[in-house]
């Protein structure tokens, strides 16, 4: 994952964390141990005894890693977004002045219309590419697992270079590599980043090129657990391809969905590096994102405080985000 | 209940976090370096510059350290303005830095720089007094000593111009002309349409479209803001100059179409290798690129012109270095002298005669003959448009944001060619005026 900025950019990764790692605290509590058999401590208890140290013992050097690296600089990050940042004549408490201005910035209002369409249009077409590719690739066989490792290669590329490459594949005259392919079919020369209506979908066809392998690997993570048995009985009572597929595995991922639509989800809203190396957020901003107006506002404008408002405001955006999906996961859970 | 309980467990080690944070927030930032605060050890000095660049800093200081005994902590820095924002909020600044002098006001808001007395400097008179120009503040006090200067010009293919049968431009006309030949007639014969006339740089990036449209803004008798005396500054970039102007150079787009295609998303580094290997034929850029365009398409293929006239003369770009002296340093005694040396005839022209990349384009030391020390006749040129027809951008206010806004207005006219010139400069100036209000200079 890419980080390209620095305490503002780190509030925003940390909702991919929280969304990352199962919490051990649900999934434990469903599969309760048999009475007697550990002693549960009394609710609200706060008594600590040696053992219970232990665990945290364990977490400690992590733990540790992450609040410098991570909680500290976030807070410090939101603690900016209230002030009119100088570093060296000091900062200046301004409340929510800087909330003010991101939200009466029609720049920051455009870019909002292009991450919204980047996150869904990405999000949808990487986890619609990430699930025919696993059902294509899905097999124990060991010409799957070399296609499958080719396959997963984008998502291992630095973003940086994925976006060089392909910055050359979409040049747009007719010596370009894509046009050169559309002119044998007798099309283009397109435009593509070139344009500022053809920009933002280029650019998300990118997304979803590096996007959908990465999804490919967990839905074919979520297909081993698809029983086989089903498939057997459904092709027994005369079920037809989409039928088994439709009634069977798609049922059968219906958690890996919610996972992947999250994680999509949170990295579209998070995109930066694919615009910045593709367009920088050209033609015309047409392609201008929340991520690279805030890197603009922070670091050509120098407006900390005002960047810091920007990078606070995704935050919360992505932790809404989280928790809806969960909230809604856990709750068609408990329905049967 | 148990929802709620998990809730609270899950935000408490946020909660806890945002807490800690506040607290010490206070000792994040770490002191690192030798400038600010100590008295002793080396002198730290910064310059933004690549590896290259670098090679013929360090032989100054080095020459530096040799005549008066002061070591030099010598960091080349790329990515300048971030690492200075962060040594800024540390408090602890290096004690000399040599950058762009359109940096000035940016650095002088945000009270980055010393006052310089230039009695308190030997050596001072000899500077010309239009390099002094671009190193003084909104309140009249020069905070900055000049140290290199430059102004733009025009490469052209020379071999392109005798394939196409044509002379090197000398008007709008003529280099719409020659670009259009260029883009048309195959000058590089290879028997494809796969040649441009004009590079254009043209992406919103650090507001590199404005950087370029400038010169012919001023070449069309317009500006952007103009200075209105005492400090104050006003918008004028809606004017009917500029309208016919902008209106010109969106032409070069949307009907003759003579720019690189991708122009509107490349940064300069993104577009010279279009120069470099003969997809472009005229460039408007700074001498700082003889090293690179004399190896690639060559020095016998170039002809450099002063920038062709547009309806008001030929004025380019000026822009050139600083040196600055920063705040909180203790080393004033050593900060002087390093001044006195970077200005002196010595330092001048070990900088222009830098194997690599010449870092003194040209000498704002009248002491300094620029041709003599060159022997290149190309080089007059530059001279010649600096001393003459050149203009830098306002250096006292903090112009980074008027450049980032005039590039995206333009970079969106540019794109789209059913907008509307004027409406579009309109906007520009009420977004610009409103960001003078900000600074507290507007008029």
Redesign the interface.
């Known amino acids: 994952m890419t980080q390209p900025l620095?305490h503002s950019g780190i509030s925003t990764a940390v909702s991919t964390t929280a969304a990352t790692e199962p919490?051990p605290?649900?999934r434990r509590?469903a599969a309760a141990p048999p009475a007697g058999v550990v002693k549960r401590r009394p609710r609200g208890g706060r008594r600590f005894t040696a053992s219970s140290w232990v665990p945290w013992l364990f977490v400690a050097p992590a733990l540790l890693l992450f609040?410098v690296f991570k909680?500290?600089?976030?807070?410090?990050g939101?603690?900016l977004s209230f002030y009119d940042v100088?570093?060296?004549?000091g900062n200046l408490w301004v409340g929510l002045a800087n909330y003010r201005s991101v939200f009466g910035d029609p720049?920051f209002q455009a870019a909002l219309g292009h991450t919204v369409v980047l996150a869904v249009g990405g999000t949808i077409g990487s986890v619609i590419v990430g699930f025919f590719l696993a059902l294509l690739l899905e097999g124990p066989a060991r010409s799957l697992w070399f296609m499958r490792s080719a396959v997963f290669l984008p998502v291992v590329t630095a973003t940086a270079v994925v976006g060089e490459i392909w910055r050359l594949l979409y040049?747009?005259?007719s010596?370009g590599f894509l046009n050169t392919v559309l002119g044998f079919l007798g099309i283009g020369p397109l435009h593509y980043?070139?344009?500022?209506s053809s920009?933002l979908w280029s650019v998300m066809a990118v997304a979803i090129w590096t996007g959908g392998p990465y999804n490919m690997v967990i839905v074919l993570a979520g297909l081993t657990q698809v029983d086989r048995g089903l498939y057997e009985a459904a092709a027994l009572d005369g079920a037809n391809t989409w039928q088994r597929l439709r009634h069977i595995t798609l049922p059968a991922l219906r958690p890996v969905v919610t996972i992947l639509l999250t994680l999509a989800a949170i990295r579209g809203f998070r995109t930066f590096t694919e615009v910045y190396v593709?367009?920088?957020?050209?033609?015309?901003?047409?392609t201008d994102v929340w991520m690279t107006r805030i890197y603009?506002l922070g670091?050509?404008?120098?407006e900390?405080g005002v960047a810091s408002a920007a990078a606070t405001l995704l935050f919360l955006v992505t932790v809404c985000l989280t928790v809806a999906m969960q909230w809604y996961q856990r709750r068609k859970e408990a329905r049967p | 209940m148990?929802r709620h309980s998990?809730t609270t467990?899950?935000l408490a080690p946020?909660a806890c976090?945002?807490?800690?944070?506040?607290l010490?927030?206070g000792c994040?930032a770490s002191t690192s370096g030798n400038g600010g605060g100590d008295a002793k050890g080396p002198l730290e000095v910064w310059t933004r510059s690549d590896t290259v660049d670098a090679k013929a800093y360090k032989r100054i200081f080095a020459a530096f350290t040799k005549k008066t005994g002061i070591k030099v902590d010598y960091k080349p820095v790329v990515d300048f303005?971030?690492l200075l924002?962060?040594r800024?909020?540390s408090?602890n600044?290096p004690d000399v830095t040599v950058n762009d002098m359109g940096s000035l006001g940016?650095y002088q808001s945000?009270?980055?720089l010393q006052p310089v007395d230039k009695k308190a400097i030997k050596g001072t008179s000899d500077i010309t007094g239009t390099a002094w120009s671009g190193a003084v503040g909104t309140d009249g006090k020069i905070y900055g000593i000049p140290f290199s200067r430059q102004a733009q010009g025009m490469f052209v293919r020379k071999d392109w111009l005798k394939k196409v049968g044509m002379k090197a431009p000398k008007t709008w006309a003529e280099l719409l002309d020659v670009a259009k030949a260029f883009t048309d007639k195959d000058p590089d014969g290879n028997g494809?349409n796969?040649t441009y006339g004009l590079l254009v740089p043209?992406?919103?990036?650090?507001?590199y479209l404005a950087w370029f449209a400038s010169n012919f803004i001023w070449q069309g008798g317009g500006d952007i803001v103009a200075s209105r005396g005492g400090g104050k500054y006003e918008a004028v970039a809606d004017s009917p100059a500029n309208v016919k102007t902008v209106t010109w150079l969106k032409g070069l787009y949307c009907s003759s179409k003579v720019t690189q295609?991708?122009s509107?998303?490349m940064?300069t580094g993104d577009s010279y290798p279009f120069f470099t290997q003969g997809k472009v034929g005229i460039s408007l850029t700074g001498p700082y690129e003889f090293p690179l365009f004399d190896k690639t398409p060559g020095k016998d293929k170039l002809e450099v012109i002063p920038a062709p006239k547009g309806p008001d003369g030929n004025t380019v770009l000026a822009e050139g270095e600083n040196v600055y002296l920063m705040?909180?340093s203790k080393k004033s005694e050593q900060q002087r002298k390093l001044a006195e040396f970077m200005i002196s005839p010595e330092a001048q022209k070990l900088g222009m005669t830098a194997p690599d990349a010449p870092v003194v384009r040209l000498s704002v030391n009248t002491k300094v003959d620029t041709g003599k020390v060159y022997n290149d006749p190309r080089w007059k040129i530059f001279s010649d448009a600096y001393a003459n027809d050149s203009k830098p951008f306002p250096s006292a206010i903090n112009y980074?944001?008027i450049r980032?806004d005039t590039a995206?207005s333009l970079?969106?006219?540019?794109?789209?060619c059913g907008s509307s010139v004027k409406s579009g400069l309109g906007e520009l100036n009420s977004t610009l005026q409103q960001e003078l209000k900000s600074q507290g200079v507007a008029k």
């Open positions: 620095g919490r605290g649900g509590r609040v909680y500290l600089p976030m807070a410090k939101v603690e100088r570093p060296f004549l720049q040049y747009p005259t010596a980043l070139d344009h500022t920009a593709l367009t920088g957020g050209g033609p015309a901003g047409s603009q670091f050509t404008r120098n900390i | 148990f998990a467990r899950r946020l976090a945002a807490l800690a944070g506040s010490v927030a994040g303005d971030k924002q962060q800024a909020a408090k600044l940016n945000q009270g980055l494809k796969d043209g992406s919103t990036n650090n507001g295609p991708g509107l998303t940064t705040a909180g980074q944001p980032q995206e970079n969106k006219l540019f794109a789209n």
